[in-house]
């Protein structure tokens, strides 16, 4: 089992940039696949980026160029960088992290683009 906690959301200019972070109540060392997640109101929540383990990344086509996903297994958290944003950003971002088969979430940061 593992609790996350993300932070770094808010209200940002379109243009701008933000960092989310994931942190872990334990070791990520042994956790493959850690990702973010976002859904927008009345969206489906879908995948922005998962890193793996061994650094490998996987980002949406929509993100791609502008946000980087990050681990710092020593701090056992994961970063979402976020640049260029834009209003279609605007989202609850969670963090997820799957263990043996079975996904934990956390409570989700909101992030804002004005336009």
């Known amino acids: 089992q593992v609790q996350l906690v993300e932070s770094g959301g808010g209200l940002v200019q379109a243009g701008g940039s933000l960092r989310l972070s994931c942190a872990a109540s334990r070791s990520i060392l042994s956790i493959n696949a850690m990702g973010w997640y976002r859904q927008a109101p009345g969206k489906q929540r879908e995948l922005v980026a998962a890193v793996t383990s061994g650094g490998g990344t996987n980002y949406a086509d929509s993100v791609k160029g502008r946000f980087t996903i990050s681990r710092d297994n020593a701090k056992n958290t994961v970063y979402l960088h976020m640049n260029s944003l834009k209003s279609e950003d605007t989202a609850v971002y969670y963090c997820?992290?799957?263990?043996?088969?079975?996904?934990?979430w956390g409570q989700g940061t909101q992030v804002t683009v004005s336009s």
């Open positions: 997820k992290a799957e263990i043996s088969g079975r996904n934990y």
